[in-house]
């Protein structure tokens, strides 16, 4: 047995410190929470107000640019029917809007940070041992920063998922322009390229497939998080998931278990086929 | 007239760490490089270029030739010596200055090419002129021109992945030319191309050549390519020019061992041709009395 006298409790310090944290910062912390809803919601009542046919079409037709094949139009098409046969639908918008208000967010915050890293070697040695220590770290940690600050509800929900996600597409930019080929590279510089320009003319479109394929995995990081983050109240179709498990209800977590591997293969497809539309072409 | 380009005392080493190199010591630095914490690229290189002269370097893959055109524009800092280029001290400048040299005084012609994948290949020819800031039309209709002039009509909205390599080197010509710079520097341009292309390069360069009078800094480690095309050459050895002059004079009288095997094939070659026209000559002579 452990020692009783011994115990020592930070619990009640770090709840003070929070609880202080939000009282100094409060115009910030609301600041942040209203923007972050307030593009929540936009998204929300947007993808609520299509159709819902309207919404499969656009997926069709998207599938159909980046694929130019009837198959894979077909299959991505008529995937996203099931979800709304399942009675579904609305909680899928539900969860489609919290992952395009993460992404957006990840995406701003990710490249540019990508990007810096690739451009200047210490804020890469700085960062990237933190993306290091946050991949080991398991993914409901991610809720508890999100909670402390914001409570239960949609935005924290969204903030962890941006916490989450964010890294994937860090990573590949940085990789992406650290690949670019040496020559092209010397060449650009060679014709007068300011350092801006080799970034802007050169090194950016070479690394875009990188670039894409790294908001691909943000994208698919993104949902998974989502159905975790609905612990703490971000709804859609995790909490679904959730319900069922508290009641043993099997079926009903297999529908909603579906309609989001539905959801993870459509969002792959399109974004994977738009990074290889991004390749350097050869004809 | 003053020269096209003047290097005097150019060195560049490689170092491990940053101490300071006892640069004045040649033996210290003998001593440094036998300990493996230093490589001498380029070592007390000094040369001149006149105005209209193509000044081949010739030398084996490590004998610092590659490193020395990077010195002359830059992209390889030297470590001591200067660099004028058309009265431009490229040693001493800022910055800003060096990227508004680069778009107007040299153009450099790449053995990889160095094309943007990305782009057609007007887009490639035009690139020095976008970096100007110079507007779409006129540096489209310069690069248009261009390309007719290294013969790559019709090929304008291609992109690079789908060109030949002789094309492609094409592409990187008419890129050099499009800002009609003073003076071409030219990395083995055509060492990655199978013979009979790079000997019709070879050729359409002296015939362009002709019409431009560039000032002309050619790397090359093909004995041939250098003696067609050189006005004068230098055979670079471990860093070293070991000699410098025309062609035919590196040929007839080589200044040391290493020149000697250089050049050595190539002598047997001219005494075989030598003999085989004389044969003829008395041959023909023969039949005709």
């Not at chain 1, 923007?35 to 107000?49: E, F, G, K, P, T």
């Not at chain 1, 894979?72 to 008529?78: F, M």
């Not at chain 2, 007239?1 to 010591?25: C, F, H, R, T």
């Not at chain 2, 191309?193 to 009078?213: A, F, G, H, T, Y």
């Amino acid at each position: 047995m452990f020692p009783e006298t011994w115990q020592f409790n930070i619990a009640n310090h770090i709840n003070n410190f929070v609880n202080w944290l939000l009282d100094t910062f409060a115009v910030f912390f609301d600041g942040l929470s209203s923007v972050v809803l307030n593009l929540l919601m936009n998204i929300h009542s947007a993808l609520d107000a299509i159709p819902w046919w309207i919404i499969i079409l656009t997926i069709a037709l998207f599938a159909w640019f980046v694929s130019r094949s009837i198959v894979t139009v077909t299959i991505l098409a008529i995937l996203p029917v099931f979800i709304g046969l399942f009675g579904l639908w609305p909680l899928a918008m539900e969860t489609l809007a919290i992952i395009l208000t993460a992404v957006v967010i990840a995406l701003i915050i990710g490249i540019p940070i990508g990007v810096l890293m690739a451009e200047f070697k210490p804020i890469e040695a700085i960062i990237r041992p933190i993306l290091d220590a946050m991949q080991t770290m398991p993914s409901f940690v991610y809720l508890i920063p999100a909670l402390m600050f914001f409570g239960l509800g949609k935005v924290p929900g969204v903030l962890a998922t941006v916490i989450y996600s964010t890294p994937p597409v860090m990573r590949l930019t940085c990789l992406g322009l650290n690949q670019v080929p040496s020559e092209v590279e010397e060449a650009a510089l060679a014709y007068g390229a300011t350092r801006w320009q080799l970034l802007k003319e050169a090194r950016l479109p070479l690394a875009m497939p990188s670039i894409l394929a790294g908001v691909n995995q943000t994208t698919m990081m993104a949902l998974a998080m989502v159905v975790i983050a609905s612990m703490i109240g971000a709804g859609g179709l995790g909490y679904e998931v959730l319900i069922s498990i508290n009641r043993v209800n099997v079926g009903r977590g297999f529908e909603a278990g579906i309609s989001v591997v539905i959801l993870a293969i459509v969002i792959d497809r399109l974004t994977q086929g738009f990074a290889k539309r991004f390749e350097p072409p050869t004809t | 007239m003053s020269s096209a380009i003047e290097v005097s005392d150019l060195w560049k080493i490689y170092q491990n760490g940053k101490q300071q190199l006892p640069l004045d010591d040649v033996e210290k630095l003998e001593q440094l490089k036998e300990s493996g914490e230093i490589v001498i690229a380029v070592r007390e290189v000094s040369f001149n270029v006149e105005p209209g002269e193509v000044f081949v370097v010739m030398g084996l893959s490590g004998s610092g030739k590659s490193t020395l055109i990077r010195c002359l524009l830059r992209l390889v800092e030297p470590t001591r010596g200067s660099i004028i280029i058309n009265e431009n001290d490229v040693t001493s400048m800022n910055q800003k200055d060096l990227t508004f040299f680069r778009r107007q005084e040299a153009s450099m012609i790449f053995q990889h090419y160095g094309l943007l994948p990305h782009r057609t290949v007007i887009d490639n020819v035009a690139f020095g002129l976008k970096l100007k800031g110079i507007s779409k039309e006129e540096r489209y209709s310069k690069a248009r021109e261009m390309l007719d002039t290294v013969g790559l009509q019709g090929w304008e909205e291609y992109y690079p992945g789908s060109l030949s390599g002789g094309m492609r080197q094409r592409v990187g010509i008419a890129r050099a030319l499009v800002a009609d710079p003073p003076v071409l520097l030219m990395d083995e341009p055509f060492s990655g191309l199978d013979p009979l292309i790079r000997r019709e390069m070879q050729d359409e360069l002296v015939k362009l050549q002709q019409s431009m009078n560039k000032t002309i800094f050619f790397v090359t480690h093909d004995l041939d390519e250098g003696m067609t095309l050189g006005d004068r050459m230098a055979v670079m050895k471990d860093g070293k020019f070991v000699q410098v002059g025309k062609p035919e004079e590196v040929l007839a009288d080589p200044a040391d061992d290493y020149v000697a095997r250089f050049v050595q094939d190539k002598k047997k070659q001219i005494e075989m041709a030598d003999k085989e026209r004389s044969k003829k000559d008395e041959e023909l002579s023969r039949n005709v009395s």
